[in-house]
């Protein structure tokens, strides 16, 4: 199957690009987000091809994943909208910019996403993350903490920045991704957006991982993190509470519950390792790769179908 997506999400992309089919990718001259083509940091297989906008004629499918594509797709070309993020506006009102739409399926990452969206009359359904898993095994030898984010100066609260005072003052806080660079100081270091393998080794020799977002789908970060076996701590916002169960992290919506906890973890090995093992299986079953494309395969598959 030919299938025209745009790189929006890089980490997204980079699992759903492993499947069986060929992947066409805008390109432009400037590389920007209209455009960026293959990518730079992600290691993608050679079914995906990047062309530019008007090369791209005949594909079977079109993944959408913001309202500016779809005037962009060829006539006649089934179109799925991916919903990665949970709703900006008046939540939990928030009309979804494909609602009341014929013929467009929307997807989204998580349920609580489905849940808190109001997409009206349009179709919808649920595909749960999968990730590509992760070489690099925890080993927490450094007894510092790891947080994965994008833009957090930017995003501020959303990413829960201001909270990060409070676990330096713990330990040591170690900041991956990108736009990041500001936030270097006493106790925070800054690590902007390396590579993502490098990016993996170095958070795998962290004690703990830290997931501070107040209101965000479901950092793939959080979820490579428990596959490579790290014991997590996080907030207990949005889909957290399901993609981490009791046994396997830290979850509350008290700082100073996780900030104690954060402390233990650091101080008791044994337990980090017990909760990481228990990350690390629920991990690979919840959010596993072949599941994750046999999904999107099966519904593909009947998208295209019912186009015929």
Not at 1 to 18: E, K
Not at 115 to 131: A, K, M, N, P, Q
Not at 251 to 261: H, I
Request: charged share 25%; with cysteine.
């Amino acid at each position: 199957m030919r299938i025209m997506l745009w790189h929006v999400h890089g980490s997204w992309t980079t699992a759903f690009v492993q499947g069986k089919h060929q992947y066409l990718i805008p390109v432009n001259e400037a590389r920007d987000s209209w455009g960026r083509g293959r990518a730079q940091t992600y290691d993608w297989p050679p079914t995906v091809e990047e062309r530019p906008l008007a090369a791209i004629r005949d594909p079977d499918v079109a993944i959408v994943q913001r309202p500016e594509e779809l005037a962009l797709v060829p006539p006649r070309v089934p179109i799925i909208y991916v919903e990665h993020n949970t709703p900006k506006g008046d939540v939990p009102n928030t009309r979804h910019p494909m609602a009341d739409r014929d013929g467009v399926l929307v997807v989204h990452v998580t349920h609580f996403n489905e849940l808190f969206w109001d997409c009206g009359s349009t179709r919808t359904t649920v595909i749960e993350h999968g990730v590509v898993e992760p070489e690099p095994r925890w080993t927490g030898e450094l007894p510092r903490l790891a947080v994965v984010t994008n833009e957090p100066i930017r995003r501020g609260r959303v990413t829960g920045t201001d909270l990060f005072g409070r676990f330096a003052a713990v330990a040591p806080l170690d900041v991956y991704g990108m736009g990041v660079a500001g936030l270097a100081g006493d106790r925070i270091a800054a690590h902007d957006d390396p590579p993502q393998r490098a990016m993996h080794a170095e958070v795998a020799r962290r004690g703990a991982y830290l997931h501070l977002c107040r209101w965000t789908s479901l950092g793939l970060s959080l979820i490579e993190a428990m596959q490579m076996g790290m014991p997590v701590i996080g907030l207990a916002t949005t889909e957290a509470i399901e993609a981490v169960p009791p046994d396997a992290g830290v979850l509350s919506t008290d700082v100073s519950v996780l900030a104690e906890a954060a402390r233990w973890l650091l101080e008791e090995p044994a337990a980090a390792r017990r909760l990481g093992e228990r990350a690390r299986q629920v991990a690979l079953t919840r959010y596993g790769l072949d599941r994750f494309l046999a999904d999107w395969d099966r519904l593909l598959e009947e998208e295209t179908c019912a186009s015929r």
